[in-house]
């Protein structure tokens, strides 16, 4: 028989219904819950506060760890009940909702959020709901397939509401490695010199008496599939794997690399692909999310050993990882997103850090959030705390998008997330961009002669040209800086007219 999921005898007598724990968040109220890139988020008690939303007005804010399932931030959003959210979302509903401005939406660092929950930066936490694959004798919490922001928003909330999910396996008690670290002047460095260590607890700390309700539920984690990869994405993945090779040969890299980290998204996907088919071995990462080609690298016997926050795997993908978890186990821990994206960590490791930008300028700056410079996509989420801190920081974009009407490569970003200081390579289907140790003007050359569409390189070229007349350290000609933006608006398109 499966061991039972609740072990304190004492907090039986608090499971309930989905529409009862519900009952416990008032309009007004600020809800912290579990839940990293459709992973491990609560299910049944937001679609129960949903259904609620109907029959009386309800207006609350919504922390999370990131991006949660359609349960969470679509149900919710559309309802009409979220005032306030942060750190970082991608369901289309509450993307709308936030572009409309009827959610007001706080774009933070992920590593940040909980550390400004604790200063008290961010408000009080009335409750927090949260995944859990079972509930230990004393009380405390074992995550499911994320860690996100959980530890600290069962520290800081007033009442904790729990869901038992039981399509999540027990198996996954001991994978997560659970550490708070104290808040300033009493900080200590956080000690972990190596991916493999273990520095907390395989539980979330939780004063039984704080246990509001606990829910049973078993809606699976609603994942993404993951598009395949594709011929540009594919170039990306070897361009950026022969400039691995050649960085390995001028001693500036290790042969088995240092920890590598990755985004979100298929080109994030296909880049690790590509490694699974490179001769690499003996691979390390120091990541947040977990995607289906780590898996692959793990099953093909290169990668060594791997940290995140969540398995965010495709269907396909958490199927395989649920058929193999007692062999993946060995070789993966999820710990907090605060110590998984921690600057002082990702310094100290080395990290290789691989994120997706939407547009670069030809100075190096980069936007990874605005559509256009105005309409928000998903959200910093832990590009900034790895590129900042990375010993590579690499973003990848395909070269143009929309079928070429747009150019990823512009003369200035219409909103910037990264500036010149953290973006060390850019690299697009046609090549590399390598940064470092160049100043502005140099750095622009490299830019548009190895990055850019060919299509849009002479116009690149022109626009560089005239900046140069006009002098500066970092030339522009400032009416025309967004005016590749101002044409797309006009007539669907950055290429002039004619
Ligand atoms: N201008 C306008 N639209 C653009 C664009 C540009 N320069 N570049 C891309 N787009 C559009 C695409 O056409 C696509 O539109 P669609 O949804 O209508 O098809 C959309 O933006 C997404 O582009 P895609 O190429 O599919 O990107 P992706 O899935 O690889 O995601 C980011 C790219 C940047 C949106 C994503 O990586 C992200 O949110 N990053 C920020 C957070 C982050 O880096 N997290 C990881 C840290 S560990």
Redesign the pocket.
Known sequence: MEEPRVRCPELLKKVTSAAEAAELIKDGMTVGTSGFTPAGYPKAVPLALAERAKKERIKINLWTGASVGDELDGALARAGIINKRLP?Q?NESIRDAINRREVQYIDIHLSQVAQQARYGFLGHLDVAIVEAVAITPEGYLIPSTSVGNTPTFVELAEKVIVEINTSQPLELEGMHDIYIPADPPKRKPIPLTRVDERIGTPYILCEPDKIAAIVFTDIPDNVRPL?PVDAISKQMAENLIEFFKREIKAGRLPDKLLPL????????NAVLAGLAQSDFSDLEFY???IQDSVFDLIDAGKMRFVSGTSITASEAGLKRFYENIKSYRQKIILRPQEIS?NPEVIRRLGIIAM?????VDIYGNVN??H??GTRM???????GD?SRSAYLSIFA??ST??NGA?S?IVPMVSHVDHTEHEVHVIVTEWGVADLRNKCPVERAQEIINNCAHPDYRPLLKEYLDKALKRGGHTPHCLEEALSWHIRFGAHGSMKPKN
Do not use: D, H
Request: hydrophobic fraction near 35%; include cysteine; proline fraction near 3%.
């Open positions: 970082y991608t598009a980290q990755s985004g979100v998204g298929s080109v994030a990541s947040e999310v994206n994120n997706t930008a939407i547009e990874s959030t559509i256009m996509m998903n959200g910093i989420g832990g590009s790895f974009t395909p998008a929309k747009i990823c």
